[in-house]
């Protein structure tokens, strides 16, 4: 539909329970969670509707589970004859939007999806790197900050919008950045919960094994203008995606630069496709002019068919 463009949702967006209403309810989102199962020789739906949320937040559970209901949330809405006029994701959401560009089936998605994952938890031993949020600081400055950093790794990850930066690294960085940006008046510097320093160069080991996997992989060019994270423009091609899903891994999330180019071309309506509403937070940090919406059960998809109905 002209100026709706569709976000899908990376990792940090899990629940136990998330899925469960919409696949009960919709049948086309539950054929997406037995498609998932019939691929991955496991019980994703169990994971997504029980938990327990130790199990879901481990890496190569989370990105599966997450890309499954994206996908299962993204299934019930064209079946109520919705489609997006251009698509991206943050991060892992990437492969979601190039599922719904056409460019990438579910089932070679969620396959790619863990191995990916997997590569990711292996790159860096555990404990030995992670993430913070610097909040209250220009995306230059933190990117500064990064630089003055002697001792060990620092680097921006995450450009999420004005005034908050993921910063990935190893223990020795992300401490020395954590004081230096302190000292710069951030607000406030949280360390997330996730298993390493994702979209760093730290990651260069995940990102030539994914490669190799990419290699053999049949990719279309995306029948929806996408947005990709590395480039914040549109890749047109088959080719274009299979170089940006490599490089992604160890390079930043430009997503407040993608959300720029998206409004730059007329897209003013935002629907978050999954689960939680992390991008819908981060959309309005950046354009509060932007409509945006999101799905991720019967009731939010209620309020979203009624929003998208009444601005036609």
Not at 71 to 98: D, F, M, N
Not at 116 to 145: E, S, T
Request: net charge negative.
């Amino acid at each position: 539909m002209p100026g709706i463009a569709f976000v899908f949702p990376g990792q940090g967006s899990q629940y136990p329970g998330m899925g469960q209403e919409l696949a009960r309810r919709y049948p086309e989102a539950a054929a997406v969670f037995q498609e998932a199962e019939a691929a991955l020789g496991w019980p994703v739906a169990e994971l997504c509707f029980t938990g327990p949320a130790e199990a879901l937040t481990r890496t190569e559970n989370t990105q599966p589970a997450v890309l499954t209901v994206s996908i299962a949330c993204y299934r019930v809405l064209e079946a109520h004859g919705i489609r997006p006029g251009a698509v991206a994701g943050h991060s892992l959401g990437e492969y979601s939007a190039l599922v719904a560009a056409g460019s990438l089936d579910f089932t070679t998605a969620v396959q790619l999806v863990e191995k990916r994952a997997r590569f990711m938890a292996g790159a860096v031993p555990a404990g030995q790197g992670g993430m913070v949020a610097v909040l209250g600081l220009a995306a230059d400055r933190v990117a500064a900050l990064c630089r003055q950093v002697k001792t060990g790794t620092a680097e921006a990850a995450n450009l999420n919008a004005p005034g908050q930066v993921v910063v990935a690294g190893d223990e020795e960085g992300l401490a020395a950045l954590t004081a230096l940006a302190r000292e710069a008046g951030a607000k406030r510097v949280l360390p997330l919960q996730v298993s390493g320093p994702f979209h760093s160069s730290l990651m260069a080991p995940a990102a030539r094994e994914l490669g190799q996997v990419l290699a053999g992989i049949s990719l279309e060019d995306p029948r929806v203008p996408l947005v990709a994270n590395v480039t914040a423009d549109y890749a047109r091609t088959a080719e274009e995606v299979r170089a940006n899903l490599i490089q992604q891994v160890a390079s930043p999330v430009r997503w407040e630069e993608s959300i720029h180019r998206l409004l730059d071309d007329g897209y003013r309506t935002f629907v978050e496709v999954g689960p939680g509403e992390v991008l819908s937070g981060l959309i309005k940090r950046i354009d509060r002019q932007a409509t945006i919406t999101r799905v991720e059960n019967s009731q939010t998809l209620e309020k979203t068919l009624a929003l998208l109905q009444e601005a036609q």
